[in-house]
């Protein structure tokens, strides 16, 4: 939970960042693990159902990724590492972190009694 509020990895909007320095064509680590920390707190979402504050903390720092996923760094349908955008480049790595990140967002807005039939604390490992 504390990668949320890490400044380093984020624009003054909150926008994450991190990677954002590096040269957008060469693909890394740290470009493709932008989404799994959005997936990671997915799961600690998931995880959770009874503490509110915590969900509505964890759907609302999502809801952020994608929006400026959706507005700034979208061209058709492909995606910039820097989600603050442009999108200047059509990287798997890109697209990778950007796909992790829209099935977060839409797993924290449309399912939010439980019901799915994934078990979230099953070691995916």
Do not use: C
């Amino acid at each position: 939970m504390a990668a949320m509020f890490y400044g380093e990895w984020h624009s003054p909007d909150g926008i994450l960042t991190v990677g954002t320095d590096e040269d957008p064509l060469k693909d890394s680590d740290v470009k493709r693990y932008k989404g799994i920390l959005n997936y990671g707190l997915l799961v600690a979402y998931k995880r959770n159902p009874s503490n509110k504050p915590f969900r509505d903390l964890v759907r609302s720092y999502i809801n952020v990724q994608f929006n400026a996923l959706y507005e700034l760094a979208r061209h058709g349908n492909y995606y910039a590492i820097d989600w603050r955008g442009p999108n200047i480049e059509r990287k798997f790595h890109s697209q990778l972190a950007a796909l992790t990140t829209m099935v977060s967002a839409l797993t924290v807005n449309i399912d939010d009694e439980g019901d799915d039939q994934i078990d979230y604390n099953r070691d995916p490992w």
